[in-house]
């Protein structure tokens, strides 16, 4: 994900060090998906290989050292988030994924078109639902994804999400047109996501948005979320806008196929990093 989806670079940015060291900075020069130059004004700890916070005052990220050339420190955007002490629903990743969002309502009207736009779903899921869980639901469903699994449930789990994506393919059209379109930037976790759009919305917006989790299988989810924070992110003349939304009434089973995702993609993106 590009650093300018992230933060805002109209204005000066601040970064800090392991170290403790703070100073104002500029960026230039973003170069694929997560590579950029950064410019300190003043003093800055930046040995290859360390990482940096960077700040727009609103949002920031972390970034890893690649190496100090005249040009400028060129910096590489880590993209997992360490789950530390953190809440297993608060673990965070960038990603790009299938996405969209639709408007459903403003704030007044949400209390109204939550619960009708929840149960859509919800209907949707025990059409598919039925289809393989039967009278006694998926085996080793007792078993949270995000322990230790046995290679039998783990096969189970698979096999199950495998019928779950099929038929979502025959019987839902907004997979198919979702599959067709490009992927998006996103910061995504099992409490909320964060993505740029085009489209202007509100604080309080209610949305619903259907995302596929490059999972295998492919993960197919729709979720209600309202908007809880919106801002600016452009550095460019064309207007976009960073929307954080959070999730609501997301079921349970549903919230750990999200947090089994995101352990699961934390550890490909780290190897690839190491690698």
């Not at 920031?60 to 809440?87: F, H, K, W």
């Not at 096999?159 to 979702?178: C, S, T």
């Not at 948005?209 to 993960?219: E, G, K, Y």
């Amino acid at each position: 994900m590009n650093i300018d989806s992230l933060l805002d670079l109209r204005k000066v940015v601040h970064v800090s060090s392991e170290g403790g060291g703070e100073t104002p900075a500029n960026i230039s020069r973003l170069s694929g998906d997560d590579t950029f130059f950064l410019h300190p004004e003043g003093a800055l700890d930046a040995a290859p290989g360390s990482m940096i916070k960077i700040s727009d005052g609103q949002d920031s990220v972390l970034a890893r050292v690649v190496e100090n050339t005249q040009d400028g420190i060129r910096m590489c955007i880590e993209c997992y988030a360490s789950p530390g002490n953190e809440r297993r629903q608060d673990v965070r990743i960038y990603d790009k994924i299938y996405f969209s969002a639709r408007f459903i309502c403003n704030a007044k009207d949400k209390p109204g078109a939550l619960a009708p736009a929840v149960e859509k779903i919800r209907s949707n899921r025990l059409i598919i639902d039925s289809f393989l869980k039967g009278k006694y639901g998926y085996p080793g469903v007792d078993e949270m994804p995000y322990t230790r699994e046995s290679p039998h449930n783990q096969a189970l789990w698979e096999i199950n999400r495998k019928l779950d994506l099929l038929i979502h393919m025959y019987l839902a059209e907004d997979f198919k047109d979702l599959m067709s379109s490009s992927q998006r930037d996103v910061n995504i976790s099992a409490s909320g996501i964060r993505f740029i759009t085009h489209n202007t919305f509100e604080v309080g917006d209610l949305l619903e948005v259907s995302l596929i989790l490059p999972m295998v299988p492919l993960l197919f989810l729709r979720l209600v979320g309202d908007v809880i924070r919106l801002k600016k992110v452009t550095s460019y003349e064309t207007q976009r806008y960073a929307v954080a939304l959070r999730f609501l009434q997301m079921d349970a089973e549903t919230k750990d196929d999200i947090i089994k995702y995101l352990f699961r993609r934390q550890r490909e993106l780290l190897r690839k990093r190491q690698d």
